[in-house]
């Protein structure tokens, strides 16, 4: 089997990784930008580095892993010149307006848009990790309007990697993901943007840093871009749950403020329940 991978950071470059040890499988890489090509031929990510109309001619399935405002142009131009045997995967983090831009495309049927929640908050070719994908989940978005043979072979490439997949609508999976990663990112870039203003003297910040705070504010050393783009393509869904956050803020700041000691804690007791779900 033949495997495109276009976009070689963190994902595109993990799955790199991981795919080609396997038996049978040779992976190629399409990656615009030149210091990310050189460093993906030096670690070896990728058999050979190609242009993207080499891998439409040659590839089996073809893997999109680059930033979602470049997804919903790009997918349906692939989907406008494969072969009714190759299959195209996305794994951008946002799925409602990629997922729209494709509904009525002669190819939809050859197309899986898929979103494995694995990460870090480092980015490029260095970033690629082996095993990254191992016992995560994935979420696969419309396989109704997948054909069953396209739907199968990602299911094994998929599972290959150690990958649970879940199925769910594109509506469902931006809903969901404003609220468990998208806010988490922008909780952690702001509370990252506060500390940074109101501490000019940064290496205080360091000497006093705890664990709790590096790994609150770990998510902030994410790309802007990328990040950038995902909030604006889950735009709708991230304001609503941003308002609800920022009225959780100010509930309990007017607690803070009044000295209403018992008005904290409770909200503090409740939200330790999500020990329930996050054991």
């Not at 033949?2 to 038996?23: E, H, M």
């Not at 470049?70 to 983090?93: A, F, R, T």
């Not at 054909?147 to 649970?164: H, K, M, P, Y």
């Not at 100010?250 to 008005?263: H, P, T, Y």
Request: overall charge negative; charged content about 20%.
């Amino acid at each position: 089997m033949k495997i495109s991978i276009v976009g070689l950071g963190l994902i595109g470059g993990s799955f790199a990784r991981d795919l080609k040890s396997q038996i049978g499988v040779t992976v190629y890489g399409v990656e615009n930008h030149e210091f990310h090509r050189q460093q993906a031929i030096e670690l070896g990510l990728v058999a050979n580095i190609i242009t993207l109309e080499d891998a439409i001619e040659i590839s089996d399935v073809i893997i999109l892993a680059v930033p979602v405002d470049i997804l919903e142009y790009l997918i349906p131009q692939i989907l406008d010149k494969i072969q009714n045997n190759q299959l195209v995967i996305d794994l951008g983090s946002t799925k409602e307006l990629i997922c729209s831009s494709v509904e009525t495309h002669p190819n939809r049927g050859r197309f899986i848009a898929a979103h494995p929640l694995a990460g870090t908050e480092f980015s490029g070719p260095t970033a690629a990790l082996r095993g990254l994908f191992m016992g995560k989940k994935n979420l696969i978005c419309e396989s109704e309007k997948t054909d069953n043979d396209a739907l199968q072979t990602a299911l094994v490439i998929f599972e290959s990697l150690g990958l649970e997949s879940i199925f769910m609508s594109a509506s469902e999976h931006d809903k969901h993901l404003a609220y468990v990663s998208h806010l988490s990112h922008v909780s952690s870039f702001m509370l990252g943007m506060t500390v940074l203003e109101i501490e000019k003297d940064e290496k205080q910040i360091l000497n006093l840093a705890s664990t709790g705070f590096a790994s609150t504010v770990r998510l902030a050393k994410s790309n802007p871009k990328t990040w950038s783009a995902i909030f604006d393509k889950n735009n709708k869904h991230l304001s609503r749950a941003l308002d609800e956050y920022i009225l959780w803020l100010q509930r309990f700041k007017e607690a803070i403020e009044s000295g209403d000691k018992n008005a904290a804690e409770s909200m503090m007791i409740k939200a330790n329940e999500i020990k329930k779900v996050l054991p």
